[in-house]
């Protein structure tokens, strides 16, 4: 299968509000581009280890969401509840490796339900019986996930999205690198409007006469 010649890579986080709320945005691009565009995921933790998680109830999080996150939720049509947990993400990014194993559609299903399930029904995205739930809801072989993330099977794959992420001086999420013939071509960071990509995204296919 030919790849496409243009990539773009998201770095993300289960946490992040904005993360979740670029999906319309990348979707509709997909939707544009079709199999001339590459989009793959990569994990990166907000506040990895020995970072403390954010308090669920802290005054900086109602801010962000009354200001922001409240207002592009309704923009792009999403609904979004500030979870009343703040839990770690490494699983969470260590089970979405583990299902691109399997299949791209699989880890797509399996990234769609960790994001609404958090910012829906504030899903544990640390607890290992809550991921591998979630992985049973979608046909997935839970018991099979649960072991690996016991055994630590995808870690190294998430602290290699991290490091590259910090290679690339991304500090915030989405983190959306476009690559170019397996070049790097520029980075967006922050939620982008579907305007803003496609104007990127159509810049690339000039380039490539």
């Known amino acids: 299968m030919t790849q496409p010649r243009i990539v773009l890579e998201v770095f993300?986080?289960?946490?992040?509000?904005?993360c979740y709320l670029e999906l319309?945005?990348?979707?509709?691009?997909r939707a544009r581009f079709g199999e001339t565009l590459g989009i793959r995921w990569r994990a990166f933790e907000l506040r990895p280890e020995?970072?403390?998680p954010l308090a669920p109830d802290a005054d900086y999080l109602h801010d962000v969401w009354q200001r922001s996150v409240l207002p592009m939720a309704k923009e792009r049509d999403m609904t979004l509840r500030l979870p009343h947990i703040q839990p770690r993400s490494r699983l969470a990014h260590e089970a979405h490796a583990w299902a691109e194993t399997h299949s791209p559609a699989?880890?797509?299903r399996l990234r769609r339900a960790l994001f609404r399930g958090f910012f829906e029904e504030s899903l544990d995205l640390g607890d290992i019986d809550a991921l591998m739930t979630q992985?049973?809801?979608l046909g997935l072989d839970g018991h099979d996930l649960a072991r690996?993330?016991?055994?630590?099977?995808?870690a190294q794959a998430?602290?290699?999205?991290?490091h590259q992420a910090q290679v690339l001086g991304i500090s915030g999420v989405p983190g959306l690198r476009f690559m170019l013939d397996g070049?790097?071509?520029?980075?967006?960071?922050?939620?982008?409007?579907r305007r803003q990509l496609l104007l990127a995204l159509e810049r690339l296919f000039d380039l490539m006469g």
């Open 24 to 29: 319309p945005e990348l979707e509709a691009i």
């Open 148 to 154: 690996a993330l016991h055994e630590g099977r995808f």
């Open 158 to 162: 998430v602290r290699d999205d991290q």
């Open 50 to 52: 020995p970072q403390p």
């Open 12 to 18: 993300s986080d289960f946490v992040c509000p904005f």
């Open 106 to 108: 699989q880890a797509e």
């Open 183 to 193: 070049e790097h071509a520029g980075v967006l960071e922050g939620a982008q409007p």
């Open 135 to 137: 992985a049973e809801a």
